[in-house]
């Protein structure tokens, strides 16, 4: 059956409130962990300088035309992803796929991220009551250590994680998602450029943007360039219709273009940004770098039991990682719930607890650090198949729908509303029509391990 018959139509669907509102959402849902802990040893590690400018030609020649792929996908249709592939291809199952594929990603992302942002809070409530004062880097480890292999600490914290989730987005589209996003936005902008401000005092600051910037030339190789596109597509939450369903609520008259930019612009902003104001707190602390987790939860709280005013500084630090890490996890709750209400006419509230639920559930595997599944814990399959198979696949869909099957009128006037474009138009529907796709193709041959690493 056709979704778009079955659902209950645009007037009872939620719409933001202003058009600022849908950016801080969208630029919410971007920004994440990915920028805080992934971004600035990716850089360190790919390349430097020369990762930094490919990082940002893959944003410029993918990354951007995918956003407005998407935002225009949903805000055509005025409906979730599944509803909206099917009413936009004249109810074709194979798109309908593609819909329930986002779904899926947007489950098991979520299980998972929830787990990582269980730590976060334990680390807030370390940072607040002084545990993580007269931290050694010995001790470090082993405080994470403890906290990574303790099920029953995860799984707690896990569960305080998703229900200031479930909380959020029960409030719907204005009274939840965009309040919270129109809060916590620029809340983390605020504390952000406070921590940047206070790094560039640090007598670490040159060694540290040096570690990050510098460029590499000899770390420079073909999968430098793959690595910097699948980082791009995660931190701009691409390629499982989280934006599909954020541009559903967005009215008729406003610009995509220009909200993409800003969207986009932002999320690239604090990605730099954490990686300027991270290394130079590590350097001045005398540490060695360390990568992904490693680098937020045992190298920074070491580095702010050492560097003076540590202790409110590490508060600040992790609470902008929670205001990061919720904000994601409401669009990919969002997605979710989203289809679930457009499909089966289900109440938000019923939905959304529901769903929370079941996350929470998958979700307790994963706080399970023994649980190995041959290679691989149970988290670190969610993580691969997710991000290095569902989501590539997705965005090549939707950049190939938008380039290939969607009404070309209608994807012009999408992309032309709110001012006339037609140059610009011309480009984009280039790149969406051949380059994504075969860009995307490439990085998913890599991340499958078709294509080596080096
Ligand atoms: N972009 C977020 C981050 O950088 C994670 C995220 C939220 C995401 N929603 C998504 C990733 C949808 C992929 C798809 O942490």
Redesign the pocket.
Known sequence: MVGIQKDSGTAARGQWGSRLGFIFAAAG???????IWKFPYATAEGGGGWFVLIYIACIAVVGLPVMMSEIIIGREAQRSPVPAFEGLSGGKTMWSLVGWMGVV??FM?LSY?SIVAGWVLDYIKEAVTGGLSDLTSAGSEAMFGDLFQNFGRNVLWHALFMAATVGIVLGGVQKGIERGATIMMPALFVMLIGLMIYATTLDGFGAGMEFVFEPKGDKLEPGSVLKALGQAF???????G?LITYGSYLSKKDDIVFASAAITGMDLFVALMAAMIMFPIVFSAGLPPAGDAGLAFITMPVAFATIPGGTILAVVFFVLLLFAALT?AI??LEVVVATIIDKFGWTRKRTTLVVGAIIFAVGVPSGKSDLMIGSKSFFGWMEMISSNIL?PLGGMAIALFVGWVMPQSKVYENFNAGRERAFAYRGWLFLVRFVVPVAILLVFLHAVGIIPND
């Open positions: 849902s971007a920004v994440g962990l990915g920028n990603a947007g992302i991220y995660f931190s701009l939450s691409l390629g499982m989280a994601s669009s990919l989501l």
